[in-house]
T-cell receptor, first 114, second 114 residues
Framework: AQSVTQLDSQVPVFEEAPVELRCNYS??????LFWYVQYPNQGLQLLLK??????LVESINGFEAEFNKSQTSFHLRKPSVHISDTAEYFC????????????FGGGTRLMVKP | KAGVTQTPRYLIKTRGQQVTLSCSPI?????VSWYQQTPGQGLQFLFE???????NKGNFPGRFSGRQFSNSRSEMNVSTLELGDSALYLC?????????????FGPGTRLTVT
């Protein structure tokens, strides 16, 4: 069965420090990879995606993620976080043979401290 | 372009009752997926509808059902509610084609079963 693992359930970090949220997936087929962010009492917002092409993808608010096929990873990074980045982040995988079904990791709560 | 809308946003029901949740996708999107989010199980895929047909189904009992209308709006129904059905139910829409894997989520319906 396909699975997505987010290794850290919580990541505390000081404002303006760099952060990495880790994501690994199990797969032997083509995958599409996503990071979603969820603020309290809201739905999920698509942060960035890897569908094909360049393995490094970026979002408009400074996050980036790199698809590493050999390590089956898709870690999320930001060089300098802000208080407003405090939220829960979910890594998700869609497999080429599974339509639009997303398999999610357990989530990582990013807590940015002043 | 308006986003995904879900109604109602909050719902309180009693064990044994049934409930219907509604989702209106982004204009032009033909695929609607439903997910259940709970603190214990995280985000789990329920089912996906495309062109009024169920295209994928997750591992949930038959009490959970759905349908999609010709205008792509979707409803999900849960019969004989159990306490464990308390959750945030999220709807997501996408274009739905074979090369479309980006899903956009609504704000969710929070269901509380007492």
């Amino acid at each position: 069965a396909q699975s997505v693992t987010q290794l850290d359930s919580q990541v505390p970090v000081f404002e303006e420090a760099p952060v990495e949220l880790r994501c690994n997936y199990s797969s032997s087929v083509s995958v599409y990879l996503f990071w979603y962010v969820q603020y309290p009492n809201q739905g999920l917002q698509l942060l960035l995606k890897y569908l094909s092409g360049s393995t490094l993808v970026e979002s408009i608010n400074g996050f980036e993620a790199e698809f590493n096929k050999s390590q089956t990873s898709f870690h999320l990074r930001k060089p300098s976080v802000h208080i407003s980045d405090t939220a829960e982040y979910f890594c998700a995988v869609s497999y080429n043979n599974a339509g639009n079904m997303l398999t999610f990791g357990g989530g990582t709560r990013l807590m940015v401290k002043p | 372009k308006a986003g995904v809308t879900q109604t109602p946003r909050y719902l309180i029901k009693t064990r044994g009752q049934q409930v219907t949740l509604s989702c209106s996708p982004i204009s032009g999107h033909r695929s609607v997926s439903w997910y259940q989010q709970t603190p214990g199980q995280g985000l789990q895929f329920l089912f996906e509808y495309f062109s009024e047909t169920q295209r994928n189904k997750g591992n949930f009992p038959g009490r959970f059902s759905g349908r999609q209308f010709s205008n792509s709006r979707s409803e999900m129904n849960v019969s004989t509610l159990e306490l464990g059905d308390s959750a945030l139910y999220l709807c997501a829409s996408s274009l739905g084609g074979t090369s479309s894997h980006e899903q956009y989520f609504g704000p969710g319906t929070r269901l509380t079963v007492t």
